[in-house]
């Protein structure tokens, strides 16, 4: 089953923070982030294996909550670049790194 | 090139009609993936691949044949293409060294539309 993520889509201007939640109703392993720009292939973020963790990559960080089997995404003072829709991906168990990902949630930098 | 590559890039095909698209990766990745994407339905996984002659069922298999018969190559067969299997479809492979193990690195996908 798809992990389910919130918001749907959301619109912010330079400079504004903006939360991604990807929620599951599996136990998990370990969660992944993409980001997929219009018209081009997903690009891998992160990954979070232990719960609680919290993962940084530039002003993008992510947290995972293993027993709420929940993650989060965090975009600080967002750019135009971060424009794109996003994805997380849950794994249930190591070993095959078979990843389901979520439906998406649609960001729009504006000016 | 190194890399992930898929072709075609774009696959205009009829009802009924068998079509294969073709994955080839240069980092002899272990694990390779082929999903679709449909709006309102993100990436679904198809099939997927833990090495040559390994593969197994994904979400969404019914109407589309895998093989793996060498590590860089991965490709995806549809056995009598249907309207519902318009799409685009990326493969992926994963299994590099170090902090890259478990990323996914995607080809540039196919667009594939069946008339």
């Known amino acids: 089953q798809q992990p389910v993520q919130s918001p749907q889509a959301v619109i912010l201007r330079e400079g504004e923070d903006a939360v991604i939640n990807c929620s599951s109703s599996?136990?998990?392993?370990?969660v992944h982030w993409y980001r997929q720009k219009h018209g081009e292939a997903p690009v891998f973020l992160m990954i979070?294996?232990?719960?609680?963790e919290q993962k940084g990559h530039d002003k993008i960080s992510a947290s995972f909550n293993e027993k709420k089997q929940q993650s989060s995404l965090y975009l600080t003072a967002s750019q135009l670049s971060y424009s794109g829709t996003y994805f997380c991906?849950?794994?249930?168990?190591?070993?095959?790194?078979?990843?389901?990902f979520g439906t998406g949630t649609k960001l729009q930098v504006i000016p | 090139d190194a890399g992930i590559t898929q072709s075609p890039r774009y696959k205009i095909t009829e009802t009924g009609r068998q079509v294969t698209l073709m994955c080839h990766q240069t980092?002899?990745?272990?694990?390779m993936f082929w999903y679709r994407q449909d709006l309102g339905h993100g990436l679904r996984l198809i099939y997927y691949?833990?090495?040559?002659?390994?593969?197994d069922k994904g979400e969404v298999p019914d109407g589309y044949v895998v093989s793996r018969s060498k590590t860089e190559n991965f490709p995806l067969t549809l056995e009598s293409a249907t309207r519902s299997q318009t799409s685009v479809y990326f493969c992926?492979?994963?299994?590099?060294?170090?902090?890259?193990?478990?990323?996914?690195?995607f080809g540039p996908g196919t667009r594939l539309t069946v008339l």
């Open positions: 979070l294996l232990k719960g609680g």
């Open positions: 992926a492979s994963s299994g590099g060294s170090g902090e890259s193990y478990n990323e996914q690195f």
């Open positions: 691949s833990a090495a040559a002659d390994i593969t």
């Open positions: 599996k136990a998990l392993y370990s």
């Open positions: 980092w002899s990745h272990s694990y």
């Open positions: 991906g849950t794994e249930s168990s190591p070993g095959y790194q078979k990843v389901t």
